[in-house]
């Protein structure tokens, strides 16, 4: 059930916000039966190999846990076929209590203008079927991801041909070993 929607403003992430990001991902992650429980540390390994591509929060005024309500990363992917300027979005993290009120749907869409303006060919996710087409993601057959079910790797053409080939995530996607 959707509850009312929260005023928020979306601004790149900046020095002294990684904390807040950390535990808003733990908790928006904790309890997602198809999480791997380490989306916090996802974040902080992208960003320390530099691979943050673009990284923006949400801030809602008067939220007693934090300004900072909701977050989103980019990151660059390959994909086999030498395909140049693809991006994976995600995570997404918004505090549990907060979800269905519109701060995650606004930070995807935000992401979204960003890359193009940025002139990204194309950017992709892990992510519901049923959620994310409504900004435009679709799952097509021709990009394939290892260890995921077909369906739930997504595709949001922004500019040229749809690539083909097996697509990877930033290196800090992988537990270090």
Same mark, same amino acid.
């Given at each position: @059930?959707?509850g009312?929607?929260?005023?928020? #403003?979306?601004?790149? !992430?900046?020095?002294?916000?990684?904390?807040?990001?950390?535990? +808003? #991902?733990? =908790? =928006?992650?904790?309890? @997602?039966?198809?999480?791997e429980?380490?989306?916090?540390?996802?974040?902080?390994?992208?960003?320390?190999?530099?691979?943050?591509?673009?990284?923006?929060? =949400?801030?809602?005024?008067?939220q007693?846990?934090?300004?900072?309500?909701? /977050?989103?990363?980019?990151?660059?992917?390959?994909?086999?076929?030498?395909?140049?300027?693809?991006?994976?979005?995600?995570?997404?993290?918004?505090?549990?209590?907060?979800? /269905?009120?519109?701060?995650?749907?606004?930070?995807?869409?935000?992401?979204?203008?960003? @890359?193009r303006?940025?002139?990204?060919?194309?950017?992709? +996710?892990?992510?519901?079927?049923?959620?994310?087409?409504?900004?435009?993601?679709? /799952?097509?057959?021709?990009? #394939?991801?290892?260890?995921?079910? %077909? !369906?739930?790797?997504?595709? +949001? +053409?922004?500019?040229?041909? @749809? %690539?083909?080939?097996?697509?990877?995530?930033?290196?800090?996607f992988?537990? %270090?070993?």
């Open positions: @059930m959707r009312p929607e929260i005023p928020i #403003t979306i601004r790149p !992430e900046s020095s002294g916000d990684e904390k807040v990001i950390f535990d +808003l #991902t733990e =908790a =928006a992650f904790r309890e @997602m039966p198809f999480s429980g380490d989306e916090q540390h996802v974040i902080n390994r992208v960003r320390a190999d530099g691979q943050l591509t673009l990284s923006l929060v =949400a801030e809602g005024a008067d007693p846990k934090s300004p900072i309500v909701g /977050h989103i990363a980019i990151s660059p992917v390959t994909i086999t076929d030498g395909a140049a300027g693809w991006f994976g979005l995600g995570p997404v993290s918004v505090w549990p209590e907060l979800h /269905h009120r519109g701060i995650g749907g606004a930070l995807i869409t935000r992401a979204i203008a960003d @890359m303006a940025r002139g990204a060919k194309g950017i992709l +996710l892990i992510g519901s079927p049923l959620y994310y087409p409504r900004f435009g993601f679709e /799952h097509v057959p021709q990009i #394939t991801y290892p260890g995921a079910p %077909p !369906e739930v790797l997504q595709v +949001l +053409l922004l500019e040229g041909e @749809m %690539p083909r080939g097996e697509v990877a995530f930033a290196p800090g992988t537990k %270090p070993a």
